[in-house]
């Protein structure tokens, strides 16, 4: 399997914690996770999916992620070959973007949607700035 869409499957927290646990997954390039109830410890879990590693294209999007999920996530070292990221509608404010902006893998990112979520403009656009070089500076 490369491509896995998991959308509006009411996946919990506790649907992370098994997720995390099938490493069968290792040739996924496409997860869509949107609109289910993945909250900051679901992302917790997710921070653990080392076998990930080629995913290009990961959709979060209308979840209950706020900075704390953020800062999990900004572990996870072994996301090196996503290009495209859809976090929209979810809670993350200014302190989920710093995370997010120390993450070492946003060098390859191409894509990035934040929208309807709580950060100020300002912040949005000195973590891409910064931090994400494929995007015009």
Known sequence: ITTLHLTSNKISDKGMEYFSKCDFL???IYLDLSYNNIS???MEYFSK???LKNISKLYLNNNNISDKGMEYFSKCDFLKNITELYLSRNNITDKG?????????LKNLAFLDLSNNKPNTTTIETCIKNH???FPK
């Open 26 to 28: 290792k040739n996924i």
């Open 40 to 42: 900051d410890k679901g």
């Open 49 to 51: 999916c080392d076998f």
């Open 97 to 105: 973007l710093e995370y997010f902006s120390k993450c070492d893998f």
């Open 132 to 134: 994400i070089t494929n």
